[in-house]
C-alpha cells in the first residue's frame, strides 16, 4: 500500500506547476508490451491541449470496454516517457486501493474536458 506521511510543504506557485486536466477516454487498447499489466489509453483534453495517449496499469478494476467516454484526471505538463514501444504524453491519475492497485480519479458531475483542476 502506498501511504505514509504528507510530502514536503510546497507553496500555491509550486502547486500550479502541476497542470491536471479532465479528458475523456476515446480508445483503450491492450498494451501486452508493458513491463507490468497496463492499457494503452487515447484520451481528449479539448482544443486547448487535444488528444494525447497514456500507459495505464489499472487493468485489475478496469475493463476495456468499460474506459471508453469515462472522464479521467492526467497530469498533461510532464516530458513525454517511452514506455515500451509506445511514448506517453499524459500521467493518468489514480488511488492505490489495499492491494496497491490503480482506482482512477475521476470526477462526480459533468465537466467539459480540458478543464483544468485547481
Given at each position: 500500500m502506498m501511504s505514509g506521511p504528507a510530502a514536503d510543504q510546497i507553496t500555491?506557485?509550486?502547486f500550479m506547476k502541476v497542470d491536471v486536466r479532465v479528458g475523456q477516454v476515446l480508445k483503450?487498447?491492450?498494451f501486452p508490451e508493458a513491463r507490468?499489466?497496463?492499457?494503452?489509453?487515447t484520451i481528449d483534453f479539448g482544443p486547448d491541449i487535444g488528444v494525447k495517449r497514456s500507459s495505464a496499469q489499472i487493468t485489475k478494476h478496469y475493463a476495456l470496454d468499460e474506459l471508453?467516454?469515462?472522464k479521467v484526471a492526467a497530469v498533461v505538463n510532464f516530458p513525454p516517457r517511452q514506455i515500451?514501444?509506445?511514448?506517453s504524453e499524459v500521467l493518468t491519475l489514480g488511488f492505490p486501493?489495499?492491494?496497491g492497485e490503480v482506482v482512477l480519479v475521476?470526477?462526480?458531475?459533468?465537466v467539459p474536458v480540458g478543464g483544468r483542476l485547481f
Open positions: 500555491f506557485d509550486d483503450a487498447e491492450p507490468k499489466p497496463a492499457y494503452r489509453l471508453h467516454g469515462r515500451g514501444p509506445m511514448m486501493d489495499a492491494d475521476c470526477v462526480d458531475r459533468e
